[in-house]
């Protein structure tokens, strides 16, 4: 039987390895050392031209099923690995037939979750993988993909820029529907509930799971995730002109849950703008060093996030495409921040820094807004701000404190005397 390849593979030389031989047996100086997950079939990694790819032997059936499947998550922009080629009509020297290969290009920097969940691993990091894990589910789903088989055994998980990111990497169970009932959703969901239990279990026995993390809360926890953010995604936000307010709530909603903003989407119609949000999970210190990136502004984390919120807002009312980010950013820093910055009153500047200062603007304009039932405007709400909160705060000097006693080894005693009500409004500590 001669060899037959579905979708011939970029790399021509895949088409001379040793498909005349099983796959487990394939010789040492043919494979790369890669960590595997776990797998109900023979997978092995090969390396042509500087190019991995995994090698996975299953039935044809299977295989060239799994392969289409690839490639329409792919179409779809899923977060996937890249199908590459069915190579079947297999026969050993002897004659004796073997099964057909799917060939995959390895997704590069991914680890399966046996290398990652391990003892070793912080709780608050596997929290941010398993968001990301629920956040894979939600774009599967919301593609009209049941993956029936959701498991950290077929995910990958890397790190990309800052963020995480999860990876289908076994769809043989899968189905592509134009949509998902609610029923195929849950059971989806279940199995992905019993499957995480299962694998956190398993590595919880060999005492290679983080004590602080138990196996069913953390499973029960990725559907609810998985709920909560189906219910925002899936919420029609519709908004006419002068409520850009509503997107500012969404965004927070949002970032109350967890996730971050990759990408939001305006598309206008007649009457009134219809938005899009991609959330995303990032790791600690990405918001600082993508605002810095952008704009030369240093700052901390929680106030970048909050800028990047707005410049994105920006970039997506004014149609400038993403490719085009640093023009945004530039435009947003005169536009947007540097007015607000220069519209405080000179004698009140020393009060708070000027990202902080912004991000107080932003806040005021959003409950304004929110009382207002419309969207009051940059300018307005700054100059309220102004007038009604940043005349109230103490200059930022006067609650530093003043010194007392001497420095030792271990200790410094500051002595404070704030003259605001309520020092908490103004996010300082000693």
Partial sequence: ?????????????????????????????????????????????????????????????????????????????????????VVKGRETPEGEALDPALITRHLQFSLPYRALFSSTLRPDTAARLLDALSLLLVRLHLSGFSWNDCSLSNTLFRRDAGSFAAYLVDAETGELHPTLSHGQREHDLEVARINIYGELSDLEAGGMLHESIDALHTSDTVVRRYEQLWEELTEALLIKAGERYLVDAHIRRLNDLGFDVAELEVISEPEQTRIRVQPKVVDAGHHSRRLIRLTGLDVQENQARRLLNDLDSFRAALAIPEADESVAAHRWVSEVFEPVVRSIPKEQRGKLEPAEVFHEVLEHRWFLSEQAGHDVGLQAAAENYVREVLARKPVEQAVLGERIGTPSDSTMEFRLSFTDEDPDDDDTSP
Avoid at 9 to 36: G, I, K, N, S
């Fill in 1 to 85: 039987m001669a060899l037959q390849v579905t979708a011939a593979p970029d790399e021509p030389d895949l088409l001379f390895l040793p498909w005349d031989t099983p796959l487990e047996e394939w010789p040492a100086d043919q494979l790369v050392a890669l960590p595997r997950g776990i797998s109900r079939h023979v997978v092995r990694f090969v390396r042509m031209n500087g190019v991995v790819y995994a090698v996975k032997e299953v039935g044809e059936h299977l295989a060239v099923r799994e392969y289409r499947l690839l490639r329409d998550l792919e179409r779809l922009a899923v977060p996937c690995v890249e199908a590459v080629a």
